[in-house]
């Protein structure tokens, strides 16, 4: 039994998840062996493996579409789709069309392990993986069974895995990006406290050894706060923050703690500069009273773009979505989805005019690309597997009036001392 994902259009995320639930519960019928070592020869000579038949591709998804990123999770989500539905209308991918069955798991990790195993039989690769924390639970199972996976996670702990790739940049290097730009533009001084506010787990760990680093180069301390996903209410940090005598912020953590840090801060006189980092901002916060705050004192740091970009890939992107999904919001998430989904069509493609799209293969033609360029930012090198794909970062700013709410500050560039950082970490 073959089950394509549907496109999901409803606006609310918890319908999109009970009716991909309703959709996925009828996919458990038809399972192969997920090791990725098992591969026959299909009628047209390439060979296969788990998820390929000789008319379909099949991908997996496991997302968060309930949880603190269900917003990012949709639009990857729909964004992946738009890719599937194109390749299809073109043709599809080795002569096969391509299917994505998506998993939510609500930013759950034992919700996501259980998802996996459902998954894993029966698709090629899984260009989209949401959460640090998901993605370091299952890195031992992905490597095992030769899965190409591009988490929607930056951690700098997920390198060093065949079939693992970070896109871009990881957290550390973005916060290094983060302090130069503050020291750049004259917002902190040598012997200043930076504030950190950081979620427990590696995406917040990560980013912190940025951070903290990046302050010792330039002769400042780092206050750092630690919050759980579930801390929505920042006010006992600011607070900290406040006695410590901060003068600039960084968060890495979700969207709702960046609009409480900034709603907060502002209001008991905290004005300082915040950066974030990406998966803490969405476009919706501008829509919350906390607007005019993020709009005052936030920047963003990113290793892609701003969705308002006026680079030819990312425009044509936005119009192709806002033409599939009139009325969603186009945000990060749209760009990183679509470029991970565009990342994992030439593997394939590539696997295939190699004859194979057995899994070891489709990593094999993966890690073989070191000037991966999809036209939505800056060319990636997928050769190096325990270093980043790039070091260059975006800064970037809330716009309310930009398509996805944020406008590029500067462009892509190497912050100073990252090759420095990355030597010393080894």
Excluded at 291 to 320: F, I, N, T, Y
């Amino acid at each position: 039994m073959n089950v394509t994902h549907p496109r999901p259009r409803t606006a609310r995320t918890a319908a999109l998840a009970a009716a991909l639930a309703a959709v996925l519960l009828a996919g458990t019928a038809c399972s192969s062996k997920a090791d990725g070592g098992s591969t026959d020869d299909a009628a047209d000579g390439v060979k296969s493996g788990p998820g390929v038949t000789d008319k379909t591709i099949r991908l997996g998804a496991l997302t968060d579409l309930t949880g603190p990123y269900a917003t990012l999770g949709k639009s990857i989500v729909q964004a992946q789709q738009m890719w599937a539905d194109e390749t299809n209308a073109a043709g599809g991918i080795c002569g096969r069309q391509v299917e994505i069955v998506v998993k939510d798991h609500g930013y759950d990790v034992q919700k996501a392990v259980t998802a996996y195993a459902d998954i894993a039989p029966d698709v090629v690769a899984l260009p989209q993986v949401i959460g640090s924390p998901v993605v370091a639970a299952l890195l031992d199972d992905i490597e095992r069974d030769y899965l190409l996976t591009f988490p929607q996670a930056w951690a700098a702990s997920l390198l060093g895995r065949d079939s693992v790739q970070v896109l871009g940049t990881t957290y550390d290097l973005d916060m290094i990006a983060a302090v130069d730009f503050l020291t750049r533009t004259k917002k902190i001084a040598k012997g200043d406290t930076i504030g950190h506010v950081y979620f427990e787990g590696d995406y917040g760990a990560n980013a912190l050894e940025g951070s903290e680093w990046a302050a010792e180069q330039a002769g400042m301390k780092v206050a750092g706060q630690k919050i759980k996903a579930t801390d929505t209410d920042l006010t006992a940090q600011v607070s900290a923050l406040n006695k410590a005598g901060v003068k600039a912020i960084l968060i890495s953590a979700g969207p709702a703690q960046t609009a409480s840090l900034a709603g907060v801060a502002a209001a008991r006189g905290l004005k300082v500069p915040i950066v974030s980092s990406a998966p803490g901002y969405a476009p919706q916060l501008l829509k919350t009273p906390a607007a005019a705050a993020l709009e005052a004192m936030v920047h963003v740091v990113s290793a892609a773009p701003a969705v308002s970009s006026d680079l030819p890939g990312v425009k044509k992107m936005v119009a192709s979505y806002k033409k599939a999904y009139p009325g969603e919001p186009v945000d990060s998430g749209v760009l990183s989805g679509y470029n991970a989904a565009q990342l994992t069509g030439a593997d394939l493609k590539k696997a295939c005019e190699g004859g194979s799209l057995a899994r070891q293969d489709v990593v094999k033609a993966h890690r073989s690309q070191k000037n991966a360029d999809t036209g939505l930012g800056t060319p990636q090198n997928f050769t190096l597997v325990t270093a980043p794909a790039s070091r260059s970062t975006y800064v970037l700013k809330p716009d309310a009036k930009a398509v996805g709410g944020l406008v590029g500050v500067e462009e892509a560039h190497e912050a100073p001392g990252v090759a420095a950082y990355l030597a010393a970490r080894g």
